[in-house]
């Protein structure tokens, strides 16, 4: 399956509604709710992804993530933005993680 498609596919549906309700439906960054985009950390697992890979961005700040990534070399994101979403994400997905390890 394209990757086009793959995004088009209840599969994806699925992920997308299951990573916008561990998020609380809201931006990682800003907490704004609305129109959500999912950003990949990695395209690793791409069209398998881990739900650990995404994360949900609102329209802004997604543009502003991808505008800091690509105008930094990867060895030098020092934004301090991206590193605290980072820590935050490692944060709550270690929480998440301990949490369904409960169940
Ligand atoms: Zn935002
Ligand atoms: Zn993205």
Redesign the pocket.
């Known amino acids: 399956m394209d990757y086009q498609e793959y995004l088009k596919s209840e599969g994806w549906k699925a992920k997308r509604n299951m990573i916008l309700n561990m998020w609380g439906n809201?931006?990682?960054?800003?907490?704004?709710g609305g129109e959500l985009h999912l950003h990949h950390r990695t395209y690793e697992r791409k069209g398998n992804e881990d739900p650990y890979d995404l994360i949900p961005?609102?329209?802004?700040?997604?543009k502003?993530f991808h505008e800091q990534l690509s105008s930094s070399p990867k060895t030098e994101r020092t934004n301090t933005k991206i590193e605290d979403i980072i820590q935050k994400m490692e944060k709550f997905t270690k929480l998440q993680r301990e949490k369904s390890q409960d169940v």
């Open positions: 809201r931006c990682a960054l800003c907490n704004e961005l609102c329209k802004t700040h997604h502003m």
